[in-house]
């Protein structure tokens, strides 16, 4: 069978914020947003998966990040991004509540699993330092009215300021360990009100398009200060960042 080039890979590991990312009921979401922007010149591999926890991640590292070079052979990865924690902060006694140090402790074996993979071959890491280039994403806002009126529930099972501890631990976690943190708490207005940040969700936790919006342009704006090798250069530019692929149709004719 003859396999299909991929592109370098820029791979998307989390819940279904992520599995989301592409848009739902043909409204865009901050991966396909991120797809147009690296159009030419890297391929977003999604690997969503609704309702996980990191715990529930753990087991599927061996499949999404496979430990062999040979499954990435002529591609390479530019960068993840790990955004698990909307379903760890659930309440506990709720199905899907991760405590919040095993929460890190998770998120520490996630980052060093896709580094222990990714170190071998790629050759993206950033200039001033040789770790594999992984953006943890904090858990966004919650709302709980919104949240009890779609799901039609009587508790919410959740709760904002908790969203925001678990947030707080992941910036930890990324100063730590090295790995770019895009606050998306802080991005959609976590401090505010229902009123405020409700707007840039969906349901009460997931996000519509206006808050995929918001949380693209905070990655790009990230990639671009923390990252900017990686960062999407301007057709017929030159500069730091990743070109397009091939000449452009100006050139061959």
Not at 55 to 64: C, G, I, T, Y
Not at 90 to 98: A, I
Not at 182 to 210: I, K, M, Q
Request: hydrophobic share 40%; with cysteine; charged share 25%.
């Amino acid at each position: 069978m003859v396999a299909l080039r991929i592109r370098p890979a820029i791979v998307l590991f989390g819940d279904s914020i992520t599995e989301q990312a592409f848009g739902v009921e043909g409204k865009v979401g901050w991966a396909s947003l991120l797809a147009s922007d690296y159009a030419r010149r890297a391929d977003v591999l999604n690997r969503g998966f609704s309702g996980y926890n990191t715990q529930m991640a753990l087991p599927l590292l061996p499949k999404v990040f496979p430990p062999s070079k040979d499954n990435q052979e002529g591609s390479g990865i530019l960068f993840c991004t790990v955004f698990f924690g909307a379903n760890d902060a659930c309440l506990p006694g709720e199905r899907q509540h991760v405590p919040i140090e095993e929460y890190a402790k998770n998120l520490e074996t996630i980052i060093g699993t896709i580094r222990a993979c990714f170190n071998i071959f790629s050759s993206a890491a950033t200039k001033d330092d040789d770790k594999f280039p992984i953006i943890l994403m904090t858990p966004p806002p919650f709302d709980p009215a919104a949240w009890r009126k779609c799901r039609d529930l009587e508790e919410d099972g959740r709760a904002n300021n908790v969203a925001k501890s678990y947030g707080e631990k992941v910036l930890e976690l990324g100063k730590s360990l090295g790995c770019s943190v895009l606050n998306v708490w802080n991005l959609l207005e976590g401090a505010t009100s229902p009123e405020v940040y409700g707007r840039y969700l969906s349901d009460g936790l997931h996000l519509n398009e206006e808050g995929n919006r918001k949380v693209h342009e905070g990655l790009m704006e990230l990639i671009g200060k923390d990252h900017p090798s990686l960062a999407p250069l301007e057709a017929g530019a030159t500069g730091e960042g990743l070109a397009v692929e091939e000449k452009l149709w100006r050139e061959l004719c």
